[in-house]
Nanobody, 126 residues
Framework: QLQLVQSGGGLVQPGGSLRLSCAAS????????IGWFRQAPGKEREGVSC????????NYRDSVKGRFTISRDNAKNTVYLQMNSLKAEDTAVYYC???????????????????WGKGTLVTVSS
């Protein structure tokens, strides 16, 4: 079965850190660009970050720049989102997505994504 398996969410205090993982099962991520998205309660889904196939291009939404870092380990078929200095407004369900024809643009659009993870909840609260 072709799927993205997510892990790493949870409850963290403001200022804390979490690392989200997104592992591909049944296919290789080597030819796919990856995006991370999130959806907070009562809000629309928004792009958080993306990384190109080679890893040479990354983009972030303004509110997470300098705090979040996206990376990929093709040998492990896994993409990561390191989240530092977390704030209450980062609370959301986070999704990873992959697509061979997905272009990692500054707009963090979601066109061209073929596979989506099931999401992992990140709660930032004291």
């Amino acid at each position: 079965q072709l799927q993205l398996v997510q892990s790493g969410g949870g409850l963290v205090q403001p200022g804390g850190s979490l690392r989200l993982s997104c592992a591909a099962s049944g296919f290789s991520l080597n030819n796919s660009a990856i995006g991370w998205f999130r959806q907070a309660p009562g809000k629309e889904r928004e792009g958080v970050s993306c990384i190109s196939t080679s890893g040479g291009t990354t983009n972030y939404r303004d509110s997470v720049k300098g705090r979040f870092t996206i990376s990929r380990d093709n040998a492990k078929n896994t993409v990561y989102l390191q989240m530092n200095s977390l704030k209450a407004e980062d609370t959301a369900v986070y999704y990873c997505a992959a697509g061979v024809y997905y272009y990692c643009a500054g707009s963090l659009w979601s066109y061209g994504l073929d596979y989506w993870g099931k999401g992992t909840l990140v709660t930032v609260s004291s």
